[in-house]
């Protein structure tokens, strides 16, 4: 299967967020004629780097079938050395030419961030990848997870030569989405 360009994927996260948002879903879970080729190798049309809110599946939302999206889901949708050798990992070895690092309404993280952090030495690492997008400072939840969603696109980017060099030479994109709650729509950047 061909890899499609950054701008189609992105149409198609697009469409199938539209058919999520209107009850029209029908990707979850379906693999059809795709099942024997799946059991040999992947070839996912995009990379989402996502918060691990349970009320934000990534594959749901954009109403994708199984192994159609390469998902990297932490707390906080964060550009930490794990989550950036994921996603190095696809667009290395898949092809894969379109990253989405999605942020996502009332994120947990963010707020934890806000209010300054835990007691856990892991939590607090984890708060310090927010940090940045706390300034300046902001009171409003969803402004601080868009420009955290910023911020660590932006992480991929200047910490991941494989990803800058697909980006210069292989025709790779990163975008970021904010996805919300209240009516299931995701805009994007």
Same mark, same amino acid.
């Given at each position: 299967m061909e890899i499609p360009t950054a701008e189609e994927a992105l149409e198609r996260l697009k469409q199938g967020n539209e058919r999520f948002k209107s009850g029209r879903a029908v990707g979850a879970g379906r693999v059809g004629s795709r099942h024997e080729r799946l059991i040999q190798r992947q070839d996912p049309f995009a990379i989402v780097l996502s918060c691990s809110d349970s009320r934000a599946p990534t594959e749901i939302i954009f109403d994708t079938r199984l192994g159609d999206v390469f998902v990297v889901r932490v707390a906080g949708n964060v550009a930490n050395p794990s989550s950036i050798a994921s996603i190095e990992y696809a667009v290395a070895n898949i092809g894969t030419k379109l990253i /989405? /690092? $999605?942020?996502? !309404? +009332?994120? =947990? @993280? /963010?707020?934890?961030? $806000?209010? =300054? *952090? #835990?007691?856990? &030495?892991?939590? +607090?690492?984890? $708060?310090?990848?927010? !940090?940045? @997008?706390?300034?300046?400072?902001? !009171?409003? *939840? #969803?402004? /601080?997870? &868009?420009r955290n969603a910023r911020i660590n696109a932006d992480r991929l980017i200047s910490e991941s030569d494989i990803i800058r060099g697909a980006i210069e030479d292989d025709g790779v994109r990163v975008v970021t989405a904010f996805f919300r709650f209240s009516d299931g729509a995701v805009e994007f950047d």
């Open positions: /989405v /690092v $999605m942020a996502h !309404q +009332n994120c =947990g @993280a /963010v707020s934890a961030a $806000m209010e =300054g *952090g #835990d007691a856990s &030495k892991n939590l +607090n690492l984890l $708060m310090s990848y927010i !940090q940045p @997008a706390l300034e300046p400072p902001e !009171q409003d *939840g #969803d402004i /601080v997870a &868009k």
